[in-house]
């Protein structure tokens, strides 16, 4: 029988329920276009459930929040109390059976370990997991724990589960140090359950700023929404002379210091700027204090200052001793901490043999979603080195964690190591598995200022223009994908499309029987994908680089495992119109016709008869693509580069390119618009380009 549902239960507090449903839906949403997450006890119908509100808006699910829940820890007591066990197990059953019939799959996250009560026990959850028929996950927080008790508690939840007839799908022993893992790995070898181990990953357990801010009611005073996802990796409370304190100051510490204190806050300030002092994470002023108007006026006269300063009323021992008990929250916005959490349960999971073993419904729709995840499963699991030449672009940097915590691909990036470094950690970041080069000082630069000479002398290039131009990081960083010192590189977020594509076209240079460079947007709608080309390269084909467009267009398609149905768009559909443009359009699909016969192309068509079957049956009735178009050439620039963006900003879609075709090694381009988002997908793309080479 098809696996409908997965029911996730964890028997101890703090097992990292929300991250292993995390890496659950991540898995499901790469494969079903629609997914439910249900949880059938909240704590409060009067409270919303932060774990149901992170799946809603993480995972852009179509549900209402009053339909993933089913009751609240009340109603269940009182059921339970006047003895209708049985009436709530109904309801239960008619709430999840409702979802089931409607989505694809349905994900639910077991009552959580503080819910449980007198009146409320655990075997609740697996008689619910029972009358729902969904296959159980464990989970085992394995900290502080002895393999021995790990290895009872694995043989309990297994027991206890199947006794009462369900069926176990996997269990995830999470929180592991080194030696638990490397000791549980030899003696559960041959055991006969799926078993995942995953280690303790320490900073998934810190503050946050935004968790700082929660625990603490504080008021900021100076933050930016990009710093909310600091982490707080100490607390420090700055009762000690400025001299004294600074000695104790650690990197990424949370200071606590009353606002009057304006030589200790000072000297912070001043360790921010110093490379001799460690990076703090924020400051806390307790109460009730603001900082004297000068201290704020020195404040705005500083260039990048990031650090978030708050305010709380209460005293500093009541600050401190709140920040104690503090706990930490995977929260939607919490982005370096999703990252990293995911990276650990890809690298950790088989992926492979858990999609195996969920039953996916047969669909055609492809979601936004769906092909994001795609890419970033693909591109992990043949792994690249993509270089970026802009690392004193903020959203380069931010982007480069993001990609290196989910292991999408290698970072390198170029610039003057100590400053890429102190930017980072001043931004609260974590660049430290990056590869960084200084292009103007590398080893590298005069070999490969001498390979580009010889490479373009009989061009007029002078050797001093060759070393001139490595002293640039478009020309360096790819002669390093020229070299195979790198596989790919991404640039454009500062530069013009020019200075990315023009230092590719004398060293990369294209492919074996293509004449011409050109480029896509994968249009992510929101239940298609479709390819849009040429909208950012050539201004004005010709007939013939038409065709090699298409051509282009569509092999790129079907390599990101796309079905090409290629549509020449004009403004006549068929023969219908005559004219120069319209002309060209029905010379290129006769030359792609010849060139590569199995191809399914149709035009000149217009758009609306492209991609519209109802249109489609109209105007071109016989056609394999008409109405169902996937690949659409556009004629020209103008017409390419408005309709993409037309049709992003007014429909909501997702739209992920440039992506240049035709080099002979992956070189992209990007947006001088463009967002962190647009980075990390444009370099999944650009490593996954690189793995087909």
Known sequence: MKIKSLYISAQEKNAGTLFISMGMMEILKRNMPHVAFFRPVIYSKHIEDGDINFMLNRYNLEMDYKDCYGFDIEYVENMIANNKTDQLMNEFITKFKKLEDKYDFVLVEGIRHSFLTSTINFDLNIKIAQNFGSPIINIVNAKNKTIADIHDDILIENENSTFQGCTHFATFINRLDDKQDEALKKKLNDYPLKIYFLKEVDELGMLSIADVIDSLDAIPIFLQPKDITRIVRGIKVAALTLNNFLDHVEEDDLVVVPADRSDIILGLFGALYSKNYPNISGIVFPFGMEAHPNIKKLIDGLNSFSIPILSVDDDTYMTANKLSKAQARLRVTSERKIALALGLFNSSVDI???????????????????????????????????????????RILRAAEIILRREVADITLLGNSEKITETYLRLGLDLSKATIIDHHTSNLRKEFAEIFYEMRKEKGLTLQAAEDAMTHGNYFATMMVHLGHVDGMVSGAIGSTGETIRPALQIIKTKPNISIVSSVFFMCLKKEVLVYGDCAVNQDPNAEELAQIAISSAETAQAFGLEAKIAMLSYSTGESGSGIDVDKVREATKIVKNKKPNLLIDGPIQYDAAVNKKVASTKLPDSKVAGEATVLIFPDLNTGNNTYKAVQRSSGAVAIGPILQGLKKPINDLSRGCSVSDIVNTVAITAIQAGQD
């Open 352 to 394: 492979e043999a858990i999609e195996k073993k969920i039953a996916t419904v047969v669909s055609t729709v492809l979601t936004p979603m769906m092909f994001e995840y795609k890419l970033f499963e693909r591109a992990r699991l043949n792994k690249k080195r993509i270089v970026l030449p802009e690392s004193n672009d903020e």
